[in-house]
């Protein structure tokens, strides 16, 4: 019965004009084009994230060794293939900035919400797409002019990638002139590309679900970057008001973060956070909704308590907006903030609980297929546990005190970013691949790149707790000039051996990716038997998604239902005799 | 290799390191907890021929069990962590018979200012020496953090404390140190390229030595360095 | 915004859906916008208002550096142009597409959209103009964004009566007065140049009408939003 | 609320009086700049009134000109939602400087 649901609702794209190679794949207004547009440039600026990274292990593993291949770089940067300690600061704030603000952030809500939000709801298109446009050509740019300030003169920022006044507001300072303007000017642009970008998902979310698709009809995927937008569009301005002030207090000499003339300096602390912890929400809530939805394919099985998932999004969004301080306890802020601050985060150990947890009670007693996606987002669950519970080591003020800014902070970062938000993304780029490329990504190749990513990830990050115990700090540039961090560098040369494996075996999936391409099998229509609207559609989807809006006769987790008869699928699509035809809602007046 | 917080050295690290390993128990159980049953249902509920998935939405009853053991723990936690918190950092929890030294901070140095033996800052009688800071055992000490430019933290490992030197702010943070010997203080905070050898070192003396040593850097001798 | 309204006429008829927000998309999408920007004058405003409460002197007396009178005379241009906006909403709604037309028996004509939204766009460029000439009379004065210019009129009266003049801390009042103001206008500006765009593409051919004026509403939400911050600001910024 | 959903929002409600609402803002207008100048009152109470006049202002733009008061509330959070946020933050930044 699902086949012939299929073959009435599959489309092709005959009465739509042929369209111009150019305004087809580049200057192109179809949600799905703009989300594999994101898709390969985020992957490269992850790409360049993960070389900037093997330079700093490079440096922390062999301070003072010449680095291999580090005699191209110019004498400013490495003297003689040296890393020098104004280059090394740089290469820790961009591989921040890159990593989050034009790899994974893109990655999660430039490819999938743009990609998935059309597609699962039913909706031809988005509410906007040329907005929508805008808003990708705006993140490239914003990516190109912080690229830019590598070749600048002075290079770019030396001030982490959270740029803390005085620091970053004063250039004799921090003697850097051009690369922190162009950072300012860089967020400013990613930041306006935002706010379309999340308005439009928004608005298509709300607008434009097809009949049917009601709000706890819609896949938790959906819901988490709906709520994900929610908070892009509140937290981005600030982020860009602020960068703003900076700007101006390095170009035009106002004094907002500088206190020799009144500014203060915890004031730029405040709003970057107040911009910053929802942004590691906007970094996890995504990966989150869509492990979700494979983790269901994968166990085929309802998701367990999809209601209180949902709320368990709902209530970590909005506990972002009040913990912000937990990134200043030892900022000199007033003790007492630290204490409502304090309690405010440990309470998001209380939904993210309800996910985990609820992951688990999906996995129970059901029936599991561990395809690629499903591996990658098993890895997810296990290892975001990891990072958030490190969390609550930090949340808690006095155990803060001797961990905050050393390698244990650095490894809660990457267990929630790489373990949790990467993780996801090598799930969820094998699942919709198909919807994208109308191929597969191979199978054995993905799964060898899940185990050695899986082993080498451990490997290079784990330690990181330990040797941050030991009070290593963080963007230091020589640790073995402290005598009490002497002992442990042969952890820090062990963990650097495996990050360069970590990166190696990424080669797999660079290669499946591409490879597959190309010369990937064929995809069925249908190849994880989903649910999901999406795969009502052939592969890749048309230009214009459906030719008829589609109906929505049930939720998204009927797996195993024992209305599917043989099947242990049903997806939302399909009518069931029983099934009665919604009532689409009038069109509101105005047009 | 040490593969624990560093041997204690001030009054705070009996608590905090009590509060580190209390967490660490509890996130222990829950990691423990969560990827034992990923573990047991990868293996048990593995595809099969022939078997269906158990068809449920949730159970109410097992939600409200793991939201509520969280959210008491930490409640719980948030309560005692605070205490230990305002015991360290808070402005009135400073002894007010601590003997009080300014730590100056600036690109990429420590300038710490002794009140000479008159035991009061701010007075003629004082003297600063650079990136050396010495301390009496068993007294509390309290450091008056300044900055000169930008950011920076004052860290030692071993006491368990950290503070920020934030410039155009006073601030306070008070520590009595347990253990004699020559310790590092690092700076946490990023404040620039030279931010990885701003380091100065840290000595704990007997009450007897001290007084020497105040005595003889007062009537200068030595100087800095 | 203009970008969504020609966008949704493109796309297939405004796609049957679950009763969402029940307006149409492009006022939705205004609305979240809106939002957005309300977070970003937060950034600035919040700024202005912690700057000053833990500022290291008194700011300077309304009306000692900036010019209060012709701020007043600004306010009142903005807060009618926002009237005319709302006119001519009403007048579209009523499908009065005309620019002037007579009412027998009354001496004064009635208005259409064309008209209003002339008087709106009228009275935004007017807004920006005087805000450019005030700026350009504090700069000459010797107010910058880094405060009081060295050896300027302003540095001397400041030398002269520090408290009048807030000298104390004539940077933070510099940084953000013209932080705040200087985006105000720009967001001004931003509007005058939509409407103007608006009025030859679709007001003069009349493209809108009682069944579509998605356009004129949409517009009119920001410049009314642009008018709120306004009030706002003139009351923190020039009278407090 | 789909019944609703059909009328054009601005038509079911009869129009408010524009040009009243402009003669409020400029009359309150005028209070504020003349509250501004030298007055016998306390800076504290004339702070308050001025910003409870600017808060009238804005309401009465917010509430007429953009019809939020005859608009849904669906529509309606979207546009309060951000306040609380930026109380937060404002009212938190400020707990620095009061001590
Ligand atoms: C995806 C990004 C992401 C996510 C999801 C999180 C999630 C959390 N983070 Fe993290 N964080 C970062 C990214 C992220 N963080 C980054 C990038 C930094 C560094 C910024 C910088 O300085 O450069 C940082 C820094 C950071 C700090 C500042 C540390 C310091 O500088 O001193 C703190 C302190 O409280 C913190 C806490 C938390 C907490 C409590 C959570 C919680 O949300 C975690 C909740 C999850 C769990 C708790 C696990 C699952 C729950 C269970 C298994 C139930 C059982 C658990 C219990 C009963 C405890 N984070
Ligand atoms: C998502 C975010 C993310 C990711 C993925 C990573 C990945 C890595 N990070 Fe990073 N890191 C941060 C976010 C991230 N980091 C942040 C925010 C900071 C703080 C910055 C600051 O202090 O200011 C930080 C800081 C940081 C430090 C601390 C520096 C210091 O404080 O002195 C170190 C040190 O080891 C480090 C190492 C690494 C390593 C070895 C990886 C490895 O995992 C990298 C492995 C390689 C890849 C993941 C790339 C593989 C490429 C592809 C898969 C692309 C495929 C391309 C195509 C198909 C075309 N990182
Ligand atoms: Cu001083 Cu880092
Ligand atoms: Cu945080």
Not at chain 2, 36 to 43: K, L, N, R, S, Y
Not at chain 2, 120 to 128: H, N, R, V, Y
Not at chain 4, 23 to 49: D, H, Q
Not at chain 4, 63 to 88: C, D, Q, S, T
């Amino acid at each position: 019965m699902t086949s012939v649901a299929h073959k009435t609702l599959g489309t092709h794209d005959a009465h739509h004009a042929p369209m111009s190679f150019w305004r087809k794949y580049i200057f192109s207004t179809d949600h799905k084009i703009i989300g594999i547009q994101f898709l390969f440039v985020s992957l490269l600026f992850l790409l360049v994230g993960g070389l900037l990274a093997m330079q700093i292990r490079w440096q922390l593993g062999f301070p003072g060794k010449p680095m291999p291949g580090g005699g191209i770089l110019p004498e400013s940067m490495a003297a003689g293939g040296v890393i020098l300690p104004e280059y090394y600061v740089q290469l820790v704030s961009m591989h921040g900035t890159f990593m989050v603000f034009f790899a994974i952030m893109p990655l999660l809500v430039g490819v999938y919400a743009n990609f998935l939000i059309p597609l699962k709801l039913g909706a031809h298109d988005m509410a906007f797409p040329r907005i929508n446009m805008a808003s990708f050509w705006l993140a490239l740019l914003a990516g190109l002019i912080m690229t830019a300030s590598f070749f600048v003169p002075n290079g770019p920022i030396r001030s982490g990638w959270t740029n803390y006044a005085p620091l970053a507001a004063r250039p004799d300072l921090s003697g850097v002139t051009v690369g922190q303007m162009l950072w300012c000017v860089s967020i400013v642009v990613l930041g306006l590309s935002s706010v379309m970008g999340s308005l439009n998902y928004i608005t298509t979310v709300i607008n434009h679900r097809a009949p049917g698709m009601t709000w706890f009809r819609m896949p938790l995927s959906v819901w988490a970057l709906f709520i994900t937008a929610i908070l892009g569009v509140l937290a981005l301005p600030v982020l860009q008001g602020a960068a703003i002030m900076l700007l101006f207090d390095n170009v035009l000499g106002t004094h907002f973060f500088d206190p020799v003339a009144g500014g203060q300096a915890l004031l730029w602390q405040h709003l970057f956070w107040f911009f910053g912890h929802p942004e590691v929400y906007i970094l996890i809530l995504p990966a989150m909704g869509m492990v979700s939805d494979i983790i269901a394919n994968g166990s085929r099985k309802p998701i367990f308590g999809y209601h209180s998932m949902v709320f368990a999004i709902i209530g970590i969004a909005f506990l972002g907006w009040i913990v912000w301080g937990h990134h200043m306890f030892m900022s000199g802020m007033n003790p007492t903030l630290g204490s409502s601050f304090m309690v405010s985060t440990l309470l998001i150990a209380v939904p993210s609980a309800v996910k985990v947890f609820n992951w688990l009670g999906t996995m129970w007693r059901g029936n599991l297929h561990f395809h690629v996606p499903m591996l990658n987002a098993i890895g997810f669950v296990s290892m975001f546990t990891i990072g958030g519970l490190s969390g609550i080591f930090m949340a808690a003020t006095p155990v803060d005190i001797p961990i905050h800014d050393t390698q244990f902070i650095v490894a809660h970062i990457h267990y929630v970013l790489f373990g949790g938000s990467l993780f996801a993304l090598f799930a969820a780029i094998p699942y919709w691949y198909p919807k994208m490329f109308g191929r597969m990504m191979h199978e054995g190749i993905g799964k060898l790149h899940f185990g050695l990513t899986f082993i080498f990830y451990n490997l290079t990050f784990f330690p990181m707790h330990i040797i941050g115990m030991g009070g290593q700090m963080r963007r230091i540039y020589d640790p073995t000039i402290y005598d009490f961090l002497k002992p442990q560098q042969p952890l820090n040369v062990f963990i650097s051996y495996s990050a360069f494996a970590l990166f190696t075996v990424q080669i797999l999936f660079v290669f499946n990716f591409l490879w597959s391409l190309k010369f990937g099998k064929k995809a069925p229509q249908n190849p994880w038997n989903d649910n999901g609207m999406e795969w009502s559609l052939p592969n890749p989807a048309p230009h214009g998604n459906w030719e008829r809006t589609p109906n929505v006769y049930r939720g998204p987790y009927e797996f195993s239902s024992p209305e599917a008869g043989d099947k242990d699928f049903l997806p939302q699509f399909v009518k069931l005799p029983t099934d009665r035809d919604p009532v689409p809602a009038p069109v509101p007046a105005g047009h | 290799m040490r593969w624990w917080l560093p041997d204690a050295g001030s009054t705070f690290a009996g608590p905090i390191d009590t509060m580190f390993l209390a967490i660490l128990i509890i996130t222990g159980i829950a990691l423990v907890l969560v990827e034992v049953g990923v573990v047991t249902f990868v293996i048990r509920y593995r595809a099969r021929p022939g078997r269906k998935a158990f068809y449920t939405h949730g159970s109410t009853r097992a939600e409200v069990i793991w939201t509520a053991i969280p959210a008491v723990t930490m409640v719980a936690l948030g309560l005692v962590s605070n205490h230990y918190w305002v015991l360290i950092k808070d402005r009135k929890s400073v002894p007010p018979n601590a003997y009080h030294i300014g730590v100056h901070a600036k690109q990429f140095e420590w300038q710490i200012t002794y009140p000479g033996p008159d035991g009061k800052l701010g007075t003629a009688d004082d003297f600063t020496v650079r990136n050396q800071l010495h301390v009496p055992v068993n007294e509390p000490v309290a450091a008056e953090l300044s900055s000169e430019d930008v950011i920076h933290s004052f860290f030692v490992p071993e006491w368990r404390l950290k503070q920020d030197a934030v410039p155009g702010m006073h601030i306070i943070a008070w520590f009595q140190a347990t253990k004699t010997g020559e310790f590092e203080l690092g700076c946490a905070e990023l404040c620039g390229m030279g931010h990885y050898k701003m380091r100065a070192r840290v000595f704990v003396h007997t009450p007897e030595e001290f007084k020497a040593w105040v005595t003889q850097q007062a009537a200068g001798g030595g100087g800095s360095e | 915004m203009t970008h969504g309204t020609q966008v949704l006429d493109q796309m297939r008829p405004p796609s049957p859906a679950e009763p969402g927000a029940g307006v149409y998309s492009n006022k939705l999408g205004m609305w979240v916008f809106l939002a957005s920007d309300v977070m970003f004058f937060t950034a600035l405003i919040g700024s202005y208002i912690v700057l000053r409460f833990g500022a290291p002197g008194e700011w300077a007396k309304p009306g000692a550096v900036l010019n209060v009178p012709l701020t007043a005379f600004n306010t009142f241009l903005l807060i009618c142009s926002s009237v005319s906006m709302v006119k001519a909403f009403a007048a579209i709604q009523d499908g009065k597409k005309y620019f002037l037309r007579p009412v027998p028996g009354k001496l004064l004509r009635d208005g259409g959209l064309k008209f209003w939204l002339l008087v709106t766009m009228i009275c935004g460029a007017g807004f920006v103009g005087v805000q450019l000439i005030e700026y350009f009379k504090l700069v000459h004065h010797g107010f910058t964004p880094a405060g009081f210019r060295e050896g300027s009129l302003l540095a001397e009266h400041a030398a002269a009566d520090p408290i009048k003049y807030g000298a104390a801390v004539a940077g933070l009042y510099g940084s953000t007065f013209f932080t705040m103001t200087g985006f105000h206008g720009f967001h001004v500006t931003c509007g005058v140049i939509s409407m103007t765009y608006l009025y030859f593409t679709k007001v003069l051919p009349e493209k809108y009408s009682p069944q579509d004026y998605r356009g004129i509403e949409v517009i009119g939400l920001y410049w009314h939003f642009v008018d709120l911050v306004w009030i706002i600001l003139f009351t923190i910024v020039y009278l407090i | 609320m789909t019944a609703t959903n059909s009328q054009p929002s601005g038509a079911t409600h009869k129009r408010p009086n524009y040009m009243l609402i402009w003669l409020y803002l400029f009359v309150l207008t005028v209070a504020e700049v003349s509250l501004a100048f030298e007055l016998p009152v306390s800076r504290n109470i004339k702070l308050l009134l001025l910003l409870f006049l600017a808060v009238w202002k804005a309401l009465l733009v917010a509430l007429y000109f953009m019809h939020l008061k005859f608009e849904r509330w669906r529509l309606r959070v979207i546009f309060i939602v951000p306040i609380p946020l930026a109380i937060i933050l404002v009212s938190a930044v400020i707990m620095e400087h009061v001590r």
